[in-house]
């Protein structure tokens, strides 16, 4: 089992940045693959970002890539989401996300999921 915290969310001026963190617990491995996805009021969940524990791959969505970076701590347990010059568009809930398998851009595929940590981003 494994299980992910989300925090690091808030409210933020156009331009401004977040750094959201997703914690895990339980028993984790190098090649459990964790991404980040959001959802906006009245929009379906999205996919946002990617990375692998220990194989260093990163993957972003055009929409955020040169502004989001992903990034993994796993002395901590923890996988970041850097988000600089935000946008009104980026206003959504973020989740973090876990598989055992290799990442994926579609939420069903994953296993474990955190609570989910609210931007938003005024103009």
């Known amino acids: 089992q494994v299980q992910l915290v989300e925090s690091g969310g808030g409210l933020v001026q156009a331009g401004g940045s977040l750094r959201l963190s997703c914690e895990a617990s339980?028993?984790?491995?190098?090649?459990?693959?964790v991404a980040w996805f959001r959802q906006a009021l009245g929009k379906e969940r999205e996919f946002v970002a990617a990375i692998d524990w220990s194989g260093g791959t990163r993957y972003d969505v055009d929409s955020v890539k040169g502004r989001f970076t992903i990034s993994r701590e796993n002395a901590k347990n923890t996988v970041y989401l850097q988000m600089n010059s935000l946008k009104p568009e980026d206003t959504a809930v973020y989740y973090c996300a876990a598989d055992y398998a290799a990442w994926s851009t579609d939420s069903r595929s994953y296993d474990y999921w955190g609570q989910g940590t609210q931007v938003t981003v005024s103009s």
């Open positions: 339980g028993r984790t491995f190098g090649s459990y693959a």
